[in-house]
């Protein structure tokens, strides 16, 4: 099923179609690897059904950018968003089902990783209790699961059992309300739930209200505890957030809106307080285009955002007060950047093509942000997410 083409007519001409907006950073100094990087494993959630491969493990060739098929397994119905342990032995994944084991929800599964091959192997599933789930992360302490349900507009909390199954959910929030889009937020959208570096609060992005919804983690019981929640401006649709590694904020990604706010967030009180909101097209464009994914750079220096219909990633600088310029916004050469992912190296960024059923690969330049295509491609099937493990 691996292709990999060695540099595509499609990404040569990208190459010299990227919208260059303003100077690079090149006056920050970025020191070189002075010896090979190991190489990662990436596991791709998709849209599979449950009788077809759904989440695929292909190994990064850091030296090149290359990535090669490793294995994959079936089971679960649109396992789209997957999140892995901290300690890197188990995955989770949410899948897009109406019941689990007779009880309405979407699923949430729980897989063991070969440490020798990275393969996955299914360990239980539970129910999301909300429908449509579409987001998982892990806290710190690899206890609990955090899953969001964008159909049903809710939250939910699972127990991480010492051998890597998931429990029942200890805690459930429905939400309540709308916003001015009477096609899109006449009702709540969680549309991700991200848990806070310290581990004490969990956000969540609510696309139908316009809302960045906080919660603090009783890590005692799986219970939240509703804070003040963060806004947009009405109409954007918040869909995604990252945070920073240093600076104090967090950059939330919004789908109607196509921009990215920022937020100053007060780790130990979870207070947010937004700041600059920055467009992630170029002056101009008019046609319809959706926001999806965002990511910081590891080392702080950039944030990444990706554009659906317009097909391009965004990039930007950060500048010393946090706020974002625009770097250049880059052709992805496939179609429907629905997510995409940064190594933990930073060295390289693959997209993965929603409407055209591939990953890209890019090199990120370390002192300008900037990427570059590797010329390597690979077809895998409606793609979603994409998380990285050291390779064994």
Do not use: W
Request: hydrophobic share 35%; charged share 15%.
């Amino acid at each position: 099923m691996t292709t990999v083409l060695s540099l595509f007519a499609t990404l040569a001409v990208t190459c010299q179609n990227v919208y260059s907006l303003s100077p690079s950073t090149s006056d920050q100094n970025h020191p070189q690897e002075s010896s090979p990087m190991s190489d990662y494993l990436v596991y791709i959630g998709t849209y599979a059904k449950a009788d077809e491969p759904g989440i695929h493990v292909y190994r990064l060739d850091m030296s090149s950018g290359a990535l090669s098929s490793v294995s994959s397994i079936d089971g679960i119905d649109a396992p789209s968003f997957v999140a892995i342990a901290p300690d890197h032995r188990h995955l989770y994944a949410i899948g897009e089902t109406s019941e689990v084991n007779g009880t309405p929800g979407g699923a949430v599964a729980a897989f063991s990783i070969d440490p020798q091959t990275g393969a996955l192997a299914h360990i239980n599933t539970q129910s999301s209790i909300g429908g449509g789930p579409c987001h998982i992360d892990i806290d710190p302490t690899g206890r609990y699961a955090f899953v969001a349900n964008y159909g049903g507009g809710s939250v939910a909390v699972l127990p991480i059992n010492a051998d890597g199954s998931l429990g029942e959910a200890t805690d459930f929030v429905q939400h309540e309300g709308s916003s001015i889009d009477p096609a899109r937020q006449k009702e709540p959208h969680a549309h991700s739930f991200f848990v806070a570096p310290n581990g004490k609060y969990a956000l969540a992005p609510d696309l139908g209200l316009d809302k960045i919804m906080v919660y603090a983690i009783d890590h005692d019981s799986g219970k939240l505890t509703a804070q003040e929640p963060g806004r947009v401006e009405p109409g954007q649709g918040p869909r995604h957030l990252a945070y920073h590694p240093s600076n104090g904020r967090l950059y939330v990604i919004n789908e109607m809106g196509n921009t990215i706010t920022a937020f100053d967030f007060d780790q130990d009180s979870g207070a947010m307080t937004r700041g600059q909101t920055i467009s992630t097209l170029p002056d101009g464009y008019a046609e319809t285009s959706h926001t999806a994914d965002i990511h910081v750079h590891p080392n702080g220096k950039f944030v990444y955002g990706s554009n659906r219909g317009h097909d391009s990633i965004a990039v930007y600088a950060v500048l010393d007060n946090g706020d974002l310029e625009t770097i250049e916004i880059v052709p992805t050469g496939g179609q429907g950047p629905r997510n995409f992912g940064l190594d933990p190296t930073g060295a390289y960024l693959i997209v993965g093509g929603g409407g055209s059923n591939d990953i890209i690969t890019f090199s990120v330049d370390s002192d300008s942000g900037k990427l570059t295509p590797t010329g390597h491609r690979v077809e895998v099937p409606s793609p979603v997410c994409h998380k990285f493990v050291p390779a064994p």
